[in-house]
């Protein structure tokens, strides 16, 4: 497993907090994301690769995510499956980063984990291709 974490330098501080680059997992089943508020960017950096989302507890209100989702403002603790063949990089936002940076509202977004794409239109797709086959990216 590897993990990397990165803290912006401003002006992007002002927007966000910190990402963390992470291939592999840790050797348990699940991980979980408490309520705390904050707004989540999770890029799948493998295109083949689906994660499973838990949003109710009893491993109750399964969701099946790809490429890229957005969690934080559930109110209620979530769990991911631990995927072994998962590269990802988590985009945690400052306070109004997210909406300061995209322009869309805290209340657009859904309460349990979407899909990027749903939110932030084609130019996500785009995008994900673009970081996807960027050079440098480890296992590409």
Do not use: C
Not at 50 to 72: C, D, K, M, Q, V
Not at 95 to 108: E, N, R
């Amino acid at each position: 497993m590897e993990i990397r974490k990165h803290v912006p330098a401003r002006p992007l501080a002002d927007f966000i907090q910190h990402m963390v680059y992470v291939r592999g997992s840790l050797p348990i089943a699940y991980l979980k994301e408490l309520p705390d508020g904050g707004i989540n960017l999770v890029i799948e950096l493998n295109d083949n690769i689906r994660n499973t989302l838990y949003s109710e507890p009893g491993f109750r209100g399964r969701r099946e995510l790809r490429h890229a989702w957005i969690s934080g403002t559930q109110k209620q603790a979530i769990l991911y499956k631990n995927n072994p063949d998962s590269t990802i990089i988590s985009i945690r936002f400052t306070t109004g980063g997210f909406s300061a940076l995209t322009g869309i509202p805290i209340t657009a977004l859904e309460a349990v984990g979407m899909e990027a794409e749903d939110l932030l239109g084609s130019s996500f797709a785009g995008l994900y291709q673009r970081i996807i086959n960027a050079d440098g990216i480890p296992g590409n």
